[in-house]
């Protein structure tokens, strides 16, 4: 066992007192371009990471469930299966559960959707950094879909797994995201990349061998919460483009990621400053996204780094979600050596950022990425090496 996973066993130790049937683990994720775009109907292109959410589980039959986090602290959630059923699927009633609203609201979706789940008692602990933006909140989500559908032998799949804890994460905790994480976390596998159409949730896996360059993470440790940015406006000056694009045009465009650049150029000019930014990127992003795809099977890594940049450029001057510490970190490394291109990832306001750095000097590069960063900024970031790893839920 890992350290995480001792962690979470302990936990359960210590607040359920007796040993627990399972240990299970879900990833993390980082997305490689795509940004801003799941909830546009865009393609993404993410991979599953190997650091996650562990948890120690086991079955109960008196319908109470006990929810305790060896990195959260406290007492454990206890809630009765009847109890939580009878809960109306919104923010203001699981509100009172703070973190563990994420894995009683996937609880109660699993039910509603006919699941035949019930009472557990789970204790977990994660190696993911809190609000560094590689997904923890969908990692939790998908850990307790594998969680019950291991004690309760459920019959369910990465796409419903994903489909139930993306509306978990949008109707109990609030948060209006798309499905990207939810899904990489659920489907994603070592050693691969996976192109997603979240319009349509086609996807394909293709072997992630980026040769002699190393996949850096760069963690601002600026933290922030989804739920408290500017995430759920984006979304809302989205529809409303598409809204008035579609007026416009007397047509149902189903999103705005559904309209290709050169017909975007047609319609541009429809939209105000503000909601012409947010499409722009939206549109443009989509466009990168394939190009990515493409350039990474071929193993053509200069060209995938300059997309990189492109999409660090547009989420930052467009889309408007990247900020100072973002921009500072990614900044430095594009000013250091050898490196081919770097963007921020997730959600953006904070987290983390990526960058595509030579192997034999990813070192020498991420010192000095730290050291830049620190003296702008006055605190430490953090840089790791990205490593994948299968999701609980991997199609083989």
Known sequence: MNEFELAAKACFDLHFGYEPERILFAPGRVNLIGEHIDYNGGRVLPCSLSIGTY?????????????????????AVSVAFDELMA???????????SWAAYPLGVAAKLASAGYAAGG????????????????????????????LAALYDLELDGVNASKLSLAAERDCAGVNCGIMDQFICAVGRADHALLLDTHSLEHSYFPFDPGEYTLLIMNTKKPRRLADSKYN?????CEEALRIINTALGEARPCLCSIEPEEFER??????????????????????????????????MLRFGELL???????????????????TIVEAARRSEGVLGARMTGAGFGGCAIALAPS???????????????????YDCEIYSAKTADAPFAEK
Request: net charge negative; with cysteine.
């Open 267 to 300: 319609v541009f000019g429809l939209l105000p400053p503000v909601l012409l930014k947010r499409a722009r990127h939206a549109v443009t992003e989509n466009a990168r996204t394939k190009l990515a795809a493409e350039f990474l099977s071929r193993g053509d």
């Open 120 to 147: 557990f008692d789970m204790a977990v602990s994660g190696s993911l950094p809190r609000g560094s933006g590689l997904s923890s909140s969908a990692s939790l989500e998908v850990l307790t879909c594998a969680v």
């Open 309 to 327: 940049n492109a999409s660090h450029d547009s989420l930052k001057n467009d889309y408007e979600v990247t900020g100072f510490e973002l921009d």
């Open 87 to 97: 809960l109306p699927h919104e923010p203001g009633a699981f509100g009172r559960f």
């Open 233 to 237: 406006e984006r979304r809302a000056e």
């Open 360 to 378: 034999r000097l990813a070192e020498s590069i991420s010192e000095k990425i730290a050291a830049e960063y620190r003296e702008a900024v006055g």
């Open 55 to 75: 948890a120690a589980a086991s079955r109960r039959d008196d319908g109470l469930i006990r929810l305790a986090s060896a990195d959260m602290g406290g007492e």
